[in-house]
C-alpha cells in the first residue's frame, strides 16, 4: 500500500509546484502589464540571454550544418542525387535541428543561468527587499526575463539555421564539389515559407516559452541554500530538455504528420 | 500614546510546527520598539507578518487600525510604502551601484527629477556617513558599510515605520557603535517608529524604549529596559545574563545518553 500512497503524495506534490508555476506567470505577464517601466528592462534582459548567447549559437550552427552536408552528401551521391543537398540540410534545420538544437543550448547556457540568478536573488533576501519597497518582484524581476526569452531564442534558432545553411555550403559546394546553383535554386523551389519557416518559427517560439517559464519558476521556487540552487539549476537544464524533447514529437506530428 | 502596529492573538505555524501561539503586542507611534529572544524563534518571521510577506494562522495584526492579512494586493502595496525593511544582510541589489541603490525606492514611486534625486541620495548617504562611497558597487563594500547603505536604502523614502532584522549581528565594535549611533539618530531626527529584532542585549537596552522578549513561542517578558533588567523571571534573566543553562535548556530534546549509547533509542 505503501507505493499507493507515495504515489498520491507525488502527484499532489507536482500538481501543487504546477499551481506555483501558473500563479507566478500570470502574476508575471497577465496581470497588468506596465509596457512602459518594463521596456528598458526587457531590451537589457534581451543582451543578457540573446546577445551572450550568440556565439555558442553560430559555431554550433556552423558545426551541424557542416556536418549534415557532409553524411547526406555520402548517401545522396550513390543515387546522383547530389544536387538535393541544399534542400536536405536545409529542410533538417528549419523543421527540426534549428529550433530543438537551439532550445537545448539555450537551456544550458541561458536557462540555468537565469535560475542562479533568480535563485541568489531569493536567497540574499534581493526578492524579499523589493516587495517590502512595493515593488513587485514578478513584474520586476521575472517578467523581463520571461519576455527576453520568448523574444530572443526564436531569433536565435532562425541564426542558427542560417548559419548552418552556409556550414552545408561550405562543405558540400566548395569543399565536396556540388554545383552551388542547384545547392541554392533547389532549396528554394522545395522550402515552403509557411509549412517549413514559419512552422520551424512557432516551434521555437513554444520552446522558449517552456524554458523561460521553467527557469524563472524554478529561480522564484528555489530552496534560498546552496544546495537548493544547485538543485533548481540542474533541475532547469533537465526539465526543459526533456519538455523541449517530448514537445518538439507533439508539435512536429501536429505540423508534418498529417497530411 | 498610539499604537502603530498591534499585534491581537497571533498564532502562526510553518510546515506543522507552531512558531508563535496566541502573542499580543503593541508597537507605539514614535517610539523604538524592540523584540527580543535566542535565536530561530521566528523573530524575522515576526518582521514579515508585520510587513505583510507572511499571513497568520489565526489573530489579526493591524497597521493604523488597518488589518494587514485582509488587505487587498494593491492596497497592502501602498501601506508598503509606509514601511521600510533593514535585512540582516542589506539585500542591496548586486547589480547596481551604491548610489543607484539608493535611488531606486525614489525613481520607482517618485515622479521627482535626476537632480532632485541626487541630491536626496546624497543627503542619505550623507546621514550613514557613505557619500564618498557612492560611486562603488555592493561587492566592494565591508560588511558595515553595506548595512549602512541599507539603512540610507530604508529611509530613501521616509517612511513611517522602520524594522530592523538584526542590525548588530556579526558586527565589529566599531561599525555596531556606529550602527546603535545611527538608529539612534535616525530615529531622534526623523520621529520614526522603529522595531529592532534582535538578540543583542546590551546594544538594545541603550536604544529600546519598550522590550519584548519572545522564548518558547510566546511572550516571556515585556516592559521597560529598566524593568526587564529587574525582571525577577528566570527564564528572562537566563537570557540577559547569557547563561548556557538554564530554563532554557543546554542540550536539544533527546533520549538520555544512556539509552543512546546502549542503541535502545527506539
Request: neutral net charge; proline residues 4%; glycine residues 10%.
Amino acid at each position: 500500500m505503501n507505493w499507493l500512497i507515495n504515489l498520491g503524495a507525488h502527484t499532489l506534490e507536482r500538481l501543487e509546484m504546477f499551481g506555483r508555476a501558473a500563479y507566478m506567470l500570470f502574476g508575471a505577464i497577465i496581470a497588468k502589464p506596465q509596457p512602459l517601466k518594463m521596456l528598458p528592462l526587457t531590451i537589457k534582459q534581451i543582451h543578457v540571454v540573446g546577445v551572450q548567447s550568440l556565439l555558442i549559437i553560430v559555431v554550433s550552427g556552423l558545426f551541424i550544418g557542416m556536418v549534415m552536408a557532409l553524411q547526406s552528401y555520402t548517401v545522396l551521391v550513390d543515387y546522383g542525387a547530389e544536387g538535393s543537398l541544399g534542400p536536405m540540410v536545409a529542410l533538417s534545420l528549419l523543421r527540426e535541428l534549428g529550433p530543438v538544437v537551439t532550445a537545448l543550448l539555450f537551456a544550458g547556457r541561458a536557462g540555468s543561468a537565469l535560475t542562479a540568478e533568480i535563485g541568489l536573488m531569493k536567497a540574499t533576501e534581493q526578492l524579499s527587499s523589493l516587495e517590502m519597497m512595493a515593488v513587485d518582484p514578478l513584474r520586476r524581476v521575472i517578467a523581463p526575463r520571461l519576455w527576453a526569452g520568448i523574444i530572443s531564442m526564436p531569433m536565435l534558432a532562425l541564426i542558427f539555421s542560417a548559419v548552418g545553411i552556409l556550414g552545408g555550403h561550405i562543405v558540400g559546394v566548395d569543399w565536396l564539389g556540388v554545383d552551388s546553383g542547384s545547392y541554392w535554386s533547389i532549396m528554394q523551389s522545395t522550402v515552403d515559407w509557411n509549412k517549413d519557416v514559419v512552422n520551424g518559427i512557432i516551434k521555437s517560439i513554444v520552446f522558449a516559452f517552456v524554458i523561460t517559464w521553467i527557469a524563472t519558476f524554478k529561480g522564484y521556487d528555489s530552496i534560498p541554500t546552496s544546495e537548493g540552487i544547485s538543485k533548481a539549476t540542474t533541475e532547469t537544464v533537465v526539465f526543459s530538455s526533456l519538455a523541449v524533447l517530448g514537445l518538439d514529437f507533439i508539435l512536429t506530428a501536429l505540423m508534418f504528420g498529417i497530411e | 500614546m498610539e499604537n502603530l502596529i498591534e499585534i491581537n492573538n497571533l498564532t502562526f505555524s510553518r510546515s506543522g510546527r507552531i512558531i508563535y501561539d496566541d502573542i499580543s503586542l503593541q508597537i507605539k507611534k514614535g517610539k523604538t520598539t524592540a523584540i527580543m529572544g535566542p535565536s530561530g524563534i521566528g523573530k524575522t518571521t515576526m518582521l514579515r507578518l508585520m510587513g505583510g510577506q507572511l499571513v497568520p494562522d489565526k489573530g489579526d495584526i493591524k497597521f493604523k487600525g488597518e488589518s494587514i492579512p485582509g488587505m487587498r494586493r494593491n492596497r497592502l502595496y501602498e501601506v508598503r510604502r509606509q514601511m521600510s525593511m533593514l535585512f540582516q544582510s542589506g539585500a542591496l541589489f548586486t547589480d547596481m551601484t551604491v548610489f543607484d541603490n539608493i535611488a531606486f525606492p525614489l525613481r520607482e514611486h517618485t515622479k521627482l527629477s535626476e537632480s532632485i534625486i541626487h541630491t536626496v541620495v546624497l543627503l542619505k548617504l550623507q546621514a550613514v556617513g557613505l557619500r564618498g562611497a557612492a560611486d562603488l558597487m555592493p561587492a566592494e563594500l565591508s560588511g558595515g558599510m553595506a548595512r549602512r547603505v541599507a539603512l540610507a536604502r530604508a529611509i530613501a523614502l521616509d517612511p513611517e515605520l522602520i524594522m530592523y532584522d538584526e542590525p548588530f549581528g556579526g558586527q565589529d565594535p566599531i561599525s555596531m557603535g556606529v550602527l546603535v549611533k545611527l538608529i539612534k539618530a535616525l530615529n531622534d531626527a526623523l520621529q520614526l517608529t522603529s522595531v529592532v529584532v534582535t538578540h543583542d542585549v546590551t546594544e538594545v537596552l541603550t536604544i529600546a524604549d519598550y522590550i519584548y522578549i519572545l522564548a518558547e513561542k510566546r511572550i516571556i517578558g515585556s516592559g521597560t529596559p529598566e524593568q526587564i533588567k529587574n525582571s525577577d523571571s528566570p527564564l528572562v534573566q537566563q537570557f540577559l545574563q547569557g547563561e548556557a543553562d538554564g530554563p532554557v535548556p543546554f542540550h536539544y530534546p533527546a533520549s538520555s545518553i544512556a539509552q543512546a549509547f546502549l542503541g535502545n533509542e527506539s
